[in-house]
Structures are given as structure tokens and as C-alpha cells.
């Protein structure tokens, strides 16, 4: 794709990846890192991101369509996939394309040893049982996964086993990540274990305890922050994502004028309005304040008016110096996408995997 045909785009910085996954290995240098890669890489691209993808030791994804995705792009890590299978189908593709499925309940465990009975054990995927230590959400309870040993040990799966669970607030609550680490130990205790998983990004910067074999970052590879209230920055992190809109247009604009559907906002001085080529169709944030930067060259502009589906406005001085054709960056460098996402009510996770399929991702 040449310049010329791009409107909007997601700039992706391979060496900010890099750097995030050797923050990772910085804080938990005894574990290997699992990269969660799910939605996309959480809105980046796993295409764009592949190059820094194959320097995580596994990957891990939601399902198979995902993990087959990660396939097809020639990655050859194992990959785990979080939410399980649900058809015997999906159980042949994990045993003949080295994907290990997560085991989040009874009848994905009853899937599994059906299998194995039927099959042998020898022809069974390699899998995971993912424990549920409070957040209640996926997993086994204690009395589920005494009967999942149980039953598999009668298959003829008898370990020793890969285990898993997941933090309900690893981001704001010590008293409760303690319970939930405390419960996990409690559940896997006597068990032949192959490796266990718990450290989540918030739980690699806060709860070394929790660290054990696999380390599963998300949200940090990308330079955002896991917490409601420290900063990437601070946390050493770099983004990974630069969300870039063509100017459109140029709008002189004297005051009392507006701009956009229902002329919400008004010039309060003479100005110069920018149409920016992205909007709720590519990714911006329908409710997007009025006055959060947006960097257009060697200028800083506010953004202004409501946004469109294609389009988003901002406004500059009137002897600013910039014309149709400049590159103005919504979020990125200049601004993280974790203060924009505050601005709009919600958090960072949603504003990157929000990011539209017709936004192509250029790798750095």
C-alpha cells in the first residue's frame, strides 16, 4: 500500500513491542512469557506484529480460528487457546496442530476423555486445566477438578498436568489476589504438574509470588497500563500503536461559526478547523471530548465538535502552517491511548481492539 492510498491508519512499532516483552522478562527473568495475542493482538495486527511475536517463548489466544490465524503466519510456538474447544473436530486440529486447549469445564472435560477412551490417550491433545480461584468467570471449582482427575486418570491421562487460573483484580485489590493465589496453590497441591500460569500484567508488576513457570502478558506488550491509575510511562512501557488520520481538509473558520452534525461546538475566535480523516468507523471514539491533543507536525491541535463516522475535527491557530495531506496522530507517542480512553469513560483495552478492519496496520 502506498502513502497515497491511506486515509487513516495503526503505525505499529515493532522495537516498542521489543522492548515491552523485555520488560516482561526483566520483572519475571525465572519464567517464560505465554504473549496473549487474542482479538488480534488486541487490535495491532497479528501480520504487522509478527516478527516480534516469534521472540515470545508461547502464545495464547482465545480459540482455534485465532490459533489457526497464528498458523497460517508461519508462527510455530505453541499456542494455548484460553477459552477451550467445543467439538471433537476442534480436539483433532489441537492434537495435529500443537494447540493446547484450556479445560474451563465439565463438558470440555468430559470432550477430552471421551476422546482419549475412544482414541487412546497417546492420540489426545496436550491441554491445560484452567482453575477457578474467585473471579468465577472460567474454570474448575474444587469439587469439579477433583472429579476432572479422576476421570482422567481413568482415561489414562494422569499428568502430570498444566494449570491455570485468572486474576479478578490483580490491578486494585492485594487482599484478593493473595485469596486467589492462596486458593490455586490449595487446588493443585500433590498434583504431578507440568507448569503452572497465574501472573497476568498487573500480576508481573505487583505479585512476583505469582510468577511460577509461564507469565501470560497482554495489555503491557502493547504499552498500555493494566492499572486504573498508574501510567505506561512510569510503568517503563512504550506504545506499540500510533493511530493516524490524513488532514482532509483545512476550515477557516470566524468566530461563532461550527462545524460538524448538530454544530455542536462553536469557534470562540477566528481559527482554523481540521477535517481528519478517521472517525467511529475506523476506530475513533464516538464520544471523544472536546479539547485532548492530536499532533499535526510540529503542531498540536485540540480535538473540537462531534465526531462522524468517517471524520473528526480539531482545531489550530489561524496562522498555523498546515494543509490537506498532513499527518495528524490521534493517539500514539504524543499521547497515550490510555488517557484518551479515560477521557471517553472506558480504558485502553477497548479504544486498540476497537480499531476497524478497513485501518490497515503498517509495521515499523
Not at 476550515?251 to 475566535?269: F, H, K, M
Request: charged share 15%; aromatic share 6%; glycine share 6%.
Amino acid at each position: 500500500m502506498t502513502v497515497a492510498q491511506w486515509r487513516a491508519r495503526a503505525v505499529i512499532d515493532h522495537a516498542a513491542f521489543a522492548h515491552n516483552l523485555e520488560r516482561v522478562r526483566a520483572l519475571a527473568p525465572n519464567s517464560a512469557v505465554m504473549a496473549v495475542v487474542k482479538a488480534n493482538a488486541y487490535g495491532h495486527g497479528v501480520e504487522a506484529l509478527k516478527p516480534a511475536l516469534e521472540k515470545a517463548d508461547q502464545l495464547a489466544v482465545i480459540d482455534i480460528a485465532e490459533a489457526q490465524t497464528l498458523r497460517q503466519l508461519g508462527l510455530q510456538q505453541s499456542i494455548t487457546l484460553l477459552q477451550g474447544v467445543n467439538s471433537a473436530i476442534e480436539l483433532q486440529l489441537c492434537q495435529t496442530q500443537q494447540f493446547i486447549p484450556a479445560i474451563c469445564n465439565p463438558s470440555q472435560l468430559a470432550l477430552l476423555v471421551n476422546w482419549a477412551t475412544e482414541q487412546g490417550a497417546e492420540a489426545a491433545p496436550q491441554f491445560c486445566l484452567k482453575l477457578d480461584t474467585g473471579m468465577h468467570r472460567l474454570g474448575l471449582n474444587q469439587a469439579e477438578l477433583a472429579e476432572a482427575l479422576s476421570a482422567l486418570q481413568q482415561a489414562g491421562l494422569s499428568g502430570p498436568y498444566r494449570c491455570m487460573s485468572h486474576f479478578a483484580c490483580a490491578d486494585d485489590s492485594a487482599e484478593f489476589t493473595q485469596q486467589q493465589i492462596q486458593q490455586f496453590d490449595a487446588l493443585i497441591e500433590g498434583q504431578p504438574l507440568a507448569s503452572q500460569s497465574l501472573a497476568n500484567s498487573a500480576a508481573i508488576f505487583d505479585y512476583p509470588d505469582s510468577h511460577r513457570d509461564l507469565v501470560r502478558p497482554g495489555i503491557m506488550l502493547y504499552g498500555a497500563t493494566p492499572f486504573p491509575d498508574r501510567d505506561a510511562a512510569a510503568l517503563g512501557l512504550k506504545p506499540v500503536m500510533s493511530l493516524q488520520a490524513k488532514v482532509a481538509a483545512v476550515r477557516a473558520l470566524s468566530a461563532g461559526e461550527a462545524v460538524g452534525y448538530g454544530l455542536t461546538w462553536q469557534a470562540e475566535r477566528d481559527c482554523q478547523v481540521l477535517v481528519l480523516s478517521a472517525g467511529y468507523g475506523d476506530g475513533v471514539p464516538r464520544n471523544l471530548p472536546a479539547g485532548l491533543p492530536v499532533a499535526v507536525g510540529e503542531h498540536t491541535a485540540k480535538t473540537v465538535a462531534r465526531v462522524s463516522m468517517d471524520s473528526c475535527f480539531a482545531v489550530l491557530p489561524s496562522d498555523a502552517a498546515v494543509a490537506v495531506g498532513d499527518i495528524a496522530t490521534l493517539w500514539g507517542q504524543h499521547l497515550p491511548v490510555d488517557t484518551v480512553a479515560k477521557a471517553c469513560g472506558t480504558i485502553g483495552y477497548e479504544l486498540l481492539t476497537r480499531v476497524t478492519a478497513r485501518v490497515p496496520r503498517v509495521a515499523l
